[in-house]
């Protein structure tokens, strides 16, 4: 026996005029729209062919807006993960802007991130412990000296196993931690004081011998001193400056104690210096300088010395010189003045 034909759906009986609606001329009903599985939104719905509801834009913009912040929030956890990780990939994964700024940061090395090198630099008879990049070349030590010893890269000699090359760096030459780097040079201060007037100097000079004792009362003079004038002194004039005599100047003591007389042989250019036991000829030229000092307490009387050799040990003295003959005695020797 046949089964029975499925009853037509409700839809496609809906769709059918009746008899009634077909006799009055009514027009026929559209037909009803098809129905929407739940939780799916029909195009169907809008109002009028190719426009949107405001509704319909708002979800739109949102679910848009939604997706482009996760995309951003995922490059950026990714990119921060990445970075985090040591990647190598931290710079594509960022773009655009925060690319430009990895590949600054990582040119960018700190003096922790480079292989340092501890250097001790000797400079005046001072020590300096300084520690720098391994990577720094010459000139770049120069100016780390100038910064701790104020002496100016351009006064500076560097020397590490010879001249330290400006252009090179401290690895190329093999500089190991600990080498001692010898510094050479002098500072704009030392340079000026070298350079100080020489008048300034001698008088700087002059006024050190004033600070020192008297030479009258030093012990190796003073035992000679204590024996009183001579009996045949030559008389003197304080105040007065006289040209040399024509005869000898007599009457005065050695170092010794023992009596001693000048002769000026200015003929022939010479000092004779005579004692009892024997008479010393003295080229004029061979003596180096002439000093004297007022004997305290008989500033009408000069002890004199007559420098024979490069330093004072060799002084000759002698004592008792009277005080008018002193600059004559000076000049003569020292070729200021010439008397004949």
Known sequence: MPSPSPPPPASAQSVRPSDEQQEAGAPAPPPPLPRTPVGFVSCLEVEEPGMETDAQKLQLNCVDAEAETSSCTSSSSSAADATAKGSPQADQTQGGIAGGQASVSNG???????????????????????????????????RKIHSITGLPPAMQKVMFKGLL??????????????????????????????????????????????????????????????????????PSVKGAQERLPTVPLSGMYNKTGGKVRLTFKLEQDQLWIGTKERTEKLPMGSIKNVVSEPIEGHEDYHMMAFQLGPTEASYYW?????????????????????YF
């Open 108 to 142: 960018d090395d700190t003096d922790a991130e480079k292989e340092l090198v501890d250097l001790k630099i000797i400079w005046n008879k001072n020590k300096y412990d300084v520690r720098v990049p391994l990577d720094s070349t010459g000139a770049e030590l120069k």
């Open 165 to 234: 090359p400006e252009e090179k760096t401290l690895r190329e030459i093999k500089v190991t931690s600990g080498a001692k780097i010898m510094v050479v040079g002098s500072t704009i201060n030392d340079v000026l004081a070298v350079n100080t007037p020489k008048d300034a100097a001698q008088q700087e000079a002059k006024a050190e011998e004033s600070k020192k004792e008297p030479l009258c009362r030093q012990k190796q003079h003073r035992k000679v001193l204590d024996k009183g004038k001579p009996e045949d002194v030559m």
């Open 318 to 338: 002698v004592y008792w010189v009277p005080t008018q003959y002193v600059d004559a005695i000076k000049d003569t020797v020292l070729g200021k003045w010439q």
